[in-house]
Antibody, heavy 116, light 108 residues
Framework: EVQLLESGGGLVQPGGSLRLSCAASGFTFSRHALSWVRQAPGQGLEWVSAITDSGTGTYYADSVKGRFTISRDNSKNTLFLQMNSLRAEDTAVYFCARDSPILTIWGQGTLVTVSS | EIVMTQSPPTLSVSPGERVTLSCRASQSVSSNLAWYQQKPGQAPRLLIY???TRATGIPARFSGSGSGTEFTLTISSLQSEDFAAYYC??????????FGQGTKVEIK
């Protein structure tokens, strides 16, 4: 069974940092691009970032460019999102998803709350 | 950036009814459009890609149509498990893959 499991969310103060992880199983991880999508409380979906299968190509929404960094470890079947200089408006559930730009399989998400 | 507009924001429907959801793009996205379903507290699920191709395991009662700027998701006979929010996403001008604001299908 294909599975994606996010972790690393939590409460962080404005200006702080957080690193999200997404552990994958059930498919050949290194053959798929991966994405992060977020959803603010009670709101719609917002694409955040994507990375190619090899990790050599990375892409970001303007709202997070320069603050967030996407990466992956194909030896450990894990996707990461390093989030720096966090703002209140970054508060959301963060989903990892397999493939890009069509998001074929989604994880259950991890909640990030930015508040003092 | 392409803006995706979905209508209506909320749709009240009885089980068994036919449902039509609309998605409009601010400029042409060809057929590079996907639909996702999201139930409360759950992750989204891919329903349709390429405007009209059902994803693996998606029942035949779900169908997508359209191209250019106007798209439709149709549920031929609404089942109880179909009450959810539905989002369209364009990926013609990517990044970013912009989403519509969603349509919530609720029980009438």
């Amino acid at each position: 069974e294909v599975q994606l499991l996010e972790s690393g969310g939590g409460l962080v103060q404005p200006g702080g940092s957080l690193r999200l992880s997404c552990a994958a199983s059930g498919f050949t991880f290194s053959r798929h691009a991966l994405s992060w999508v977020r959803q603010a409380p009670g709101q719609g979906l917002e694409w955040v970032s994507a990375i190619t299968d090899s990790g050599t190509g990375t892409y970001y929404a303007d709202s997070v460019k320069g603050r967030f960094t996407i990466s992956r470890d194909n030896s450990k079947n894990t996707l990461f999102l390093q989030m720096n200089s966090l703002r209140a408006e970054d508060t959301a559930v963060y989903f990892c998803a397999r493939d890009s730009p069509i998001l074929t399989i989604w994880g259950q998400g991890t909640l990030v709350t930015v508040s003092s | 950036e392409i803006v995706m507009t979905q209508s209506p924001p909320t749709l009240s429907v009885s089980p068994g009814e036919r449902v039509t959801l609309s998605c409009r793009a601010s400029q042409s996205v060809s057929s590079n459009l996907a639909w996702y379903q999201q139930k409360p507290g759950q992750a989204p699920r891919l329903l349709i890609y390429g405007a009209s191709t059902r994803a693996t395991g998606i029942p035949a009662r779900f169908s997508g149509s359209g191209s250019g700027t106007e798209f439709t998701l149709t549920i031929s006979s609404l089942q109880s498990e179909d009450f959810a929010a539905y989002y369209c996403q364009q990926y013609n001008n990517w990044p970013p893959g912009t989403f519509g604001q969603g349509t919530k299908v609720e029980i009438k």
